[in-house]
């Protein structure tokens, strides 16, 4: 059915007005500014949706989750976090490779993409993870709908550490898309490591030294390392949830369309510092570490700078019952995609910086056709958002992933996600969602 969304704030990268938006089946027909005529309000083919002065945006493209399907799903599956997704106003998203068995080859790919057409709420795409001999799978997959190459300059689940220079080389010099780095080294972690378990007993060693195990060092000499191939290669490098401060002195400004070097953070690292461990413990134990007030600063300025590309959650649930422990036993990793785009309007960043950061970056950067942004002809991926009158204060008892709880629990934000809409048809509204399948799966084009 047509729909008119109409009294809204229309908010895109480079928009900021207040109009309404035309959605025919799948497509935003027309966007327009100001009040619909007299005759769009009388057509009776359309279905009226007065936003009542709340925010239109695109929906946001997370291109970094851990969704946990196959092999994991006691944590979370494609059908649960997607659902999360879209109650987060999150319209698409790009799942990790390092799930059980590990998506390294076009085969468990292809197995991935079967299992969402038939699951997920919200649109879908794949990494393929590098490992140190599957060079050829990487050249052979079909990146117009393979969005990228993951890599782990740092252990990983599903031992897909890529530790192997040639391998390296091979991959830099000759990847037909993104490379998306997650970059910590491994050398300087095991040294850490050995000095934190010679001056604890075993199962007693802090949470609070996560970041001291997994610190600035092995963050930014595996960034500059990845920075330093790819531009000895000419390759396209994406720098995963970067943490700290050093890593921005890696990174140029100007527009995400031309650069061959982009980064990406996350929420959580723009939130949390390390000092909240004492009220959050393992909740906020992610991989990298989240580190000092200075560093959260600093990527906040590294934002507005045009350092920082985009905003996405590294996603990755757990039970509870895997947060538990000391520092080498409890699980690292945490859910985020429910209350990210809330989290990131609530920081009092502009709304139009954070549909860019959110939307409109990840859409270009990945070569994501006809999504990320209003614009007439493009797939309606779009999401309202309520500015709230007072404050609302997260629980776990909102949770929609199926690990049940959230680290943002007791966060207060300004923001909520009304409706959300996947290609034109309501997949969340008001608390609720639906039940029917609109998804796509993602198309990429090269830049």
Known sequence: MKQLIY?????????????????????????????????????????????????????????????????????GDMKSESRAAVAGGVTSYIDMPNTRPATVSIETWQKKMDHAATTSVANYAF???????????????????????????????????????????????????????HAEDEATIKTNRATIESRYKAGEVPLQLHSVLRDRTACFKASKHAVELARKHGARLHLLHISTFEELSLLEPGSVDTKMITAETCPHYLLFTETDFSTKGAR???????????????????????????????????????????????????????????????????????????????????????????????????????????????????????????????TRLNHRVVTTWVNGFIAFDNNTVATQLHAQPLRFESR
Not at 376 to 405: F, M, N, Q
């Open 284 to 410: 906020i134990k992610c991989n990298p570490a989240i580190k000092a007030d200075s560093d959260r600063l600093a990527l906040i300025r590294g934002i507005s700078e045009s350092l920082i590309d985009t905003i996405a959650t590294d996603h990755a649930p757990h039970l509870p019952a895997d947060k538990k422990g000391d520092l080498f036993k409890a699980a690292s990793g945490m859910p985020g995609i429910q209350f990210s785009l809330p989290t990131m309007l609530s920081l009092e960043l502009q709304p139009s910086l954070v549909s860019k950061l959110m939307s409109g970056n990840p859409a270009t950067l990945f070569g994501i056709k006809n999504r990320g942004y209003i614009r007439e002809g493009y797939a309606a991926d779009i999401v309202r958002v309520a500015v709230l009158d007072e404050p609302h204060t997260v629980t776990d008892g909102e949770v929609i992933s199926k690990c049940g709880w959230t680290p943002y629990d007791g």
């Open 7 to 75: 009294n809204a704030v229309i908010v895109d990268a480079d928009k900021f007005f207040n109009g309404y938006i035309v959605i025919d089946d799948s497509k935003i027909q027309l966007v327009g500014e100001g009040e619909p005529s007299a005759d769009l309000l009388a057509d009776s083919s359309l279905l009226l949706i007065d936003c009542n002065g709340d925010m239109i945006m695109p929906g946001a493209i997370d291109t970094h989750v851990h969704f946990r399907d196959p092999g994991l799903t006691d944590k």
């Open 127 to 181: 990494f393929i993870g590098a490992t140190n001999d599957n060079i050829g799978q990487i050249l052979e997959a079909d990146y117009t709908r393979v969005p990228g190459i993951k890599l782990f300059l740092g252990s990983s689940t599903g031992n897909m550490l890529v530790d192997n220079d040639d391998t390296l080389v091979q991959l830099f010099a000759n990847a037909k898309s993104i490379i998306a780095v």
